[in-house]
């Protein structure tokens, strides 16, 4: 029987799609876990950078930033 060439190359394909999913797969879950904590650290202000747009704001004076910066430096 002749197959015309399509029966040579399908045991490959079987063989490889599999690992294309799972690798597909473990790809997802690594970006997406990379992401949440991407996200995570984001969201952390140290109190120098508080205090830094605090004092952008205008709502502390110059000589309030300056002695709690010293203190925070401590």
């Known amino acids: 029987m002749m197959h015309y060439g399509y029966r ?9 799609l599999p690992l294309l999913i799972v690798g597909l797969m473990v790809y997802i879950i690594v970006r997406l ?5 991407h996200n995570a650290g984001i ?5 120098l950078d508080i205090l830094n747009e605090r004092f ?8 309030e930033y300056e002695r709690k910066k010293k203190m925070l430096r401590e």
Do not use: C, H, T, Y
Not at 8 to 16: D, E, I, R, S
Not at 43 to 47: E, F, G, L, P, Y
Not at 56 to 63: L, V, W, Y
């Open 8 to 16: 040579m190359g399908l045991p490959w394909l079987f063989m490889f």
């Open 33 to 37: 876990v990379q992401k949440s904590n």
């Open 43 to 47: 969201q952390k202000n140290s109190a």
């Open 56 to 63: 952008a704001r205008g709502e502390i004076s110059e000589e």
